[in-house]
């Protein structure tokens, strides 16, 4: 296999200028626009240099919308890990000099669709007539609360962990929410349920799907979110800091949960080890981790599948301390789709935050507090897709 590592470099990450819940409604376009847009501003890289547009079933209307003609497009749209196997195929369309400057983009309102209805979204197709929904929907299983909660149950039975061990999980996702001021849950005026927690909170919340409660779940919200990439001789000459992709892997294991060979293992296993293989490196190597948190068992599962803790033990990297403010190996540190935001697609915040923190630009004023920014050079990011269906992982580093 051609070695990739480094072809390219993430180069500026933005936001929309709204996220969370916001006082007017948004369509899914509007975030996207901003989020590029604010994008474009922080790396100084003209709309009209990009010739990569990279989307969940989007470019086709982005590029109309920019005024762009691009070279290379790409609409793969397969869940939350989305955004992290279109920074692998930017990559790898970057190194085959295809493109030089590449975009990825994310607009989702998941909030503001309940007010707005059709016209503000979908960000990608849900297939809701596909057979797979049709061989699942007669068993009660209706949402994905009703899902994940199988695999906790499964966990819970194979290893001997319970919920209070998964709940650690949220309580210390919570802890860096309170050092990120655009958080829904950075205090108890951001909302009603916002500021700190404690392992009582989280059992004693309302029920969702037992053993989930409310605390196990993500936010539903709104959010716009961007990353440029581009090749090595580009990046060199911006003044924004470059965050390399040092390696890159996807895979899948299944798409309706009924055909999950086991409930506590996802393809993160395969996907993470043909990223550390393209970078060199291993999971020992990683100083900090962006995990896709959907639920707090996803997080967990997500942990041993990629190596940095033991089957059965990963609920311990938080339960133990290693994964919170001053820890080892800091996870989430923008507060995670379970304090910070999750539109429904949580892929795209992962990226934002994963190259805040190896940029060192995650206390800027506006992306955190003290104590937020941390001192990590490498990290691993991987997205979850579906019904714990398909992975996407990136080792990114400093420059």
């Not at 901003?34 to 086709?60: L, M, Q, R």
């Not at 199988?150 to 309580?171: I, K, Q, Y």
């Not at 005026?189 to 004693?204: A, L, Q, R």
């Not at 798409?255 to 993470?272: P, Q, V, Y």
């Amino acid at each position: 296999m051609n070695n990739l590592s480094k072809a390219a470099a993430l180069v500026g990450a933005a936001e929309s200028n709204e996220i969370g819940y916001p006082d007017e409604p948004r369509t899914s376009l509007q975030l996207h626009i901003e989020a590029i847009k604010n994008a474009s501003d922080y790396t100084g890289i003209p709309i009209s240099d990009i010739d990569g547009v990279f989307s969940t079933a989007w470019t086709s209307d982005l590029g109309e919308h920019l005024g762009l003609h691009p070279k290379y497009i790409d609409t793969t749209a397969v869940g939350g890990c989305s955004f992290q196997i279109h920074v692998h195929h930017a990559l790898c369309a970057i190194y085959a000099g295809v493109i030089d400057t590449a975009l990825v983009s994310h607009g989702e309102n998941g909030w503001s669709q309940r007010r707005v209805g059709k016209e503000g979204g979908p960000s990608y197709p849900t297939h809701r007539d596909a057979p797979a929904v049709q061989m699942v929907s007669p068993y009660g299983l209706m949402g994905p609360p009703s899902y994940y909660a199988h695999a906790m149950v499964r966990h819970n039975h194979e290893f001997g962990t319970t919920p209070e061990d998964f709940a650690h999980v949220a309580v210390v996702t919570r802890e860096w929410a309170t050092k990120n001021p655009r958080a829904v849950m950075f205090n108890d005026e951001s909302h009603e349920f916002g500021g700190p927690i404690d392992v009582d909170t989280v059992n004693n919340a309302p029920m969702i799907t037992w053993p989930l409660t409310m605390l196990h779940c993500c936010l539903q919200t709104d959010h716009g979110g961007a990353v440029i990439l581009a090749r090595p001789e580009v990046a060199r000459d911006l003044q924004t800091n470059p965050v390399w992709v040092a390696g890159a892997g996807e895979s899948m294991g299944h798409s309706t949960m009924l055909e999950m060979e086991d409930f506590t293992a996802t393809s993160a296993a395969r996907s993470s080890a043909v990223a550390y293989e393209m970078a060199g490196l291993s999971a020992v190597d990683m100083e900090m981790a962006m995990i896709y948190d959907s639920f707090t068992v996803t997080a967990a599962i997500t942990a041993e599948m990629l190596g940095l803790a033991p089957r059965g033990e990963g609920h311990k990297l938080w339960q133990d301390g290693h994964a919170a403010p001053g820890g080892r190996l800091p996870i989430n540190t923008n507060g995670g789709g379970l304090s910070f935001n999750h539109s429904g697609m949580y892929g795209m915040h992962l990226l934002i935050e994963a190259y805040r923190q190896l940029s060192g630009t995650a206390e800027d004023g506006v992306n955190g507090i003290e104590g937020k920014q941390t001192n990590a050079r490498t990290c691993v990011v991987n997205g979850t897709g579906g019904l714990l269906s398909t992975t996407g992982t990136l080792v990114l580093t400093a420059d």
